[in-house]
């Protein structure tokens, strides 16, 4: 829940929290944009970082109160089988091609309110094709079905489930260890998540989604096995403040840096990048070792594989889901169709608006008590080759 406590309490800060989380997808939306426009030119280097400070901080202008906000999650730009979390120091000299499958991964805030993104792009003119075009229309699709499966009443694992037959109609795999997490105010990894891929080792607590809850809806899919590896702990650049963990660090270098990131970053994830970057390389490493951070290390599949990834935000609101962050797709002509998958488009066809029974008759659907999804839901378009379009 965005806010507990007393009943007249919560519905106050349920509009106020509302309305600066559809603002934020707006600044979301043309960031994205701005950042594509950047990408085109092939230069990493120059993708505008200082980008969101700006913008966040151009909004709330004039209220009295100090009000944190910009980065709420470092961009990365992670190429072909890199599957995340890759965002270059200044030093690093990454030139982008033609035919490079970019996914990019960001999210900002405004007093604590997250909203995410991630989007995938091949660098070239006309249509994707082939094995590219697979593993998008698996995530894109697999990102639709999840959007209309966290719904109130409806639990973690059936969407679990659901993503990873999607990813299997296209011939690929749902990477493992990326989880669906809950957003609340300063907090990005809530403690209601949606389990990557379900198997008998990893348990998660089973929830059920309810009103008023926001979620990072994070969907990856690879051509490869699903199972990426750390390759080199030295491509590490994000990390974040384990507020929970205390040690008393031996070197000057270590204290000095703790000490800035206890400054600019206390919770949100940060990117190395902001830090001075020689004292950084030293200082990170015994804050890593003694748990005092958190890392997002950079996993790859192997070479040749292709991973795609689109992150969301979706508010469940009383009158239905909404996804608050989104870009249109490129052209997609995957090989393989979801057209003769009765499951798959019965899930795409549910809507996401809410409609209770009865005009009020009925006053709060017991736990379990499905909801009534409305007929003028609007159902996702299937293309005739099984490449979903965008609303
Ligand atoms: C990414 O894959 C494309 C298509 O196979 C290829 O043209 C490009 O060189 C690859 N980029 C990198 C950095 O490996
Ligand atoms: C899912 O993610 C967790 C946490 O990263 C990982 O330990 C687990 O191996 C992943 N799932 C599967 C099926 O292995
Ligand atoms: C719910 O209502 C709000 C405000 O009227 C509107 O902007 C939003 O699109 C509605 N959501 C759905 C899923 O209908």
Redesign the pocket.
């Known amino acids: 829940m965005l806010l507990s406590g007393s009943k007249n309490l919560f519905c106050l800060g349920y509009h106020v929290y509302s309305s600066v989380w559809l603002f934020l997808s707006t600044y979301i939306f043309c960031l994205i944009l701005s950042e594509l426009v950047i990408l085109v030119g092939f230069m990493l280097e120059h993708v505008p970082l200082g980008c969101v400070y700006r913008q966040t901080g151009n909004m709330y202008k004039n209220v009295k109160r100090k009000i944190e906000r910009g980065v709420a999650f470092p961009t990365c730009i992670s190429v072909n089988n890199t599957v995340c979390h890759f965002s270059p120091l200044a030093s690093d000299e990454t030139v982008l091609e033609e035919g490079d499958m970019l996914k990019i991964d960001m999210g900002c805030h405004i007093d604590g309110f997250i909203t995410v993104v991630a989007h995938t792009h091949v660098l070239k003119e006309g249509p994707v094709t082939g094995r590219a075009a697979d593993v998008m229309a698996a995530a894109n699709t697999a990102a639709e079905v999840a959007l209309r499966l966290v719904r109130p009443g409806r639990k973690n694992k059936d969407v679990t489930d659901a993503i990873q037959k999607v990813a299997a109609a296209y011939d690929c795999k749902i990477v493992?260890?990326?989880?669906s997490h809950q957003l609340k105010q300063f907090v990005i990894d809530g403690n209601k998540v949606i389990?990557?891929?379900?198997?008998p080792?990893?348990r998660v607590d089973d929830a059920e989604f309810e009103e008023n809850e926001v979620y990072a809806i994070d969907i990856v899919t690879s051509t490869g096995d699903g199972k990426p590896k750390l390759l080199d702990e030295r491509q590490t650049t994000i990390y974040k403040r384990a507020v929970d963990k205390n040690y008393h660090l031996k070197m000057k270098s270590s204290r000095f840096i703790f000490s800035e990131i206890n400054q600019k970053f206390p919770i949100m994830p940060f990117s190395a990048r902001a830090l001075e970057e020689k004292r950084a390389r030293l200082g990170l490493v015994e804050c890593v070792n003694h748990d005092l951070l958190q890392p997002y290390p950079v996993l790859h599949e192997k070479p040749g594989d292709f991973v795609a990834h689109i992150k969301f935000t979706v508010l469940l609101m009383p009158n239905g889901s909404d996804r608050i962050t989104s870009h249109a797709l490129q052209e997609l002509q995957p090989t393989k169709t979801i057209d003769d998958d009765p499951e798959i488009k019965a899930w795409l066809a549910l809507g996401t608006k809410t409609k209770k029974k009865g005009g009020g008759k009925k006053k709060k659907g017991k736990k379990g008590d499905k909801i009534e999804e409305s007929a003028e839901a609007e159902p996702m378009d299937v293309s005739s080759n099984g490449a979903p379009l965008q609303e």
């Open positions: 493992e260890g990326v989880l389990l990557n891929v379900s198997s080792e990893t």
